[in-house]
């Protein structure tokens, strides 16, 4: 199945926005995916290459699409020796909890503290990216319900849906976080509210009153 998917991307993977040669992109496509890749909503495009916006974070457009790349061949490699070191030895718990120790633990860690030190931001994210046990997980769930293929079935679509649920459930709390953000950013243009305004004039209003009485009461 992975033959037939690499073969197509070669052929169909459109490449980048300014010399993509594929035949379902038109001209008007092709500028739409340039704008949206160079301005983000920060300047606007120069060229093919916004380089504001390319080094405004420290890394240029190539290398924001090749670490995460790195990343996933790491969590690649990972994986299949935590598998590979799994069927070795014959154990499935400890090549568990061992790579979470080992790797998730002292990531999250890092990226939790957040230190200002970029190598370390970025040792951190291929750190958890080494903490993937797929290989394990499935393979122990296979083990533990082959004597029963329903059973097997049911464990093993249940560990998909999960795994997507948790995704479904970060995307949301993601979006929300940033409506939040928004919306604190409207209350902060829109200034003070209109009441607190109302209740300062009939406080100034009452202290004038005060001030007619007591001239009166002198007179």
Not at 2 to 16: E, I, Q, R
Not at 74 to 84: A, Y
Not at 158 to 173: E, K, P, R, V, W
Not at 191 to 200: A, L
Request: glycine share 6%.
């Amino acid at each position: 199945m992975s033959l037939p998917v690499a073969v197509s991307v070669w052929f169909l993977l459109p490449d980048y926005p300014h010399n993509t040669k594929a035949w379902y992109i038109t001209e008007d496509d092709r500028r739409l995916a340039m704008h949206r890749a160079a301005k983000q909503n920060k300047s606007e495009i120069t060229g093919v290459l916004d380089l504001k916006l390319a080094e405004s974070a420290g890394y240029s457009v190539s290398q924001r699409n090749i670490i995460p790349a790195c990343a996933n061949l790491v969590t690649m490699v990972s994986d299949f020796g935590w598998g590979f070191a799994s069927d070795m030895t014959g154990n499935r718990t400890w090549w568990i909890i061992g790579p979470l120790l080992v790797t998730t633990l002292p990531g999250a860690s890092i990226l939790t503290a957040w230190p200002g030190a970029d190598a370390a931001r970025v040792a951190a994210y291929f750190l958890v990216a080494c903490g993937y046990v797929t290989a394990v997980t499935w393979t122990w769930a296979n083990e533990v319900n082959s004597g029963n293929a329903e059973e097997r079935a049911l464990t093993i679509s249940s560990m998909n849906g999960l795994f997507y649920a948790t995704m479904i459930a970060d995307f949301f709390h993601k979006r929300q976080l940033k409506q939040e953000a928004a919306a604190s950013s409207v209350v902060e243009l829109q200034g003070s509210d209109p009441r607190d305004t109302t209740s300062t004039d009939l406080d100034k209003g009452k202290t004038a009153d005060a001030n007619r009485l007591s001239t009166s009461s002198i007179v």
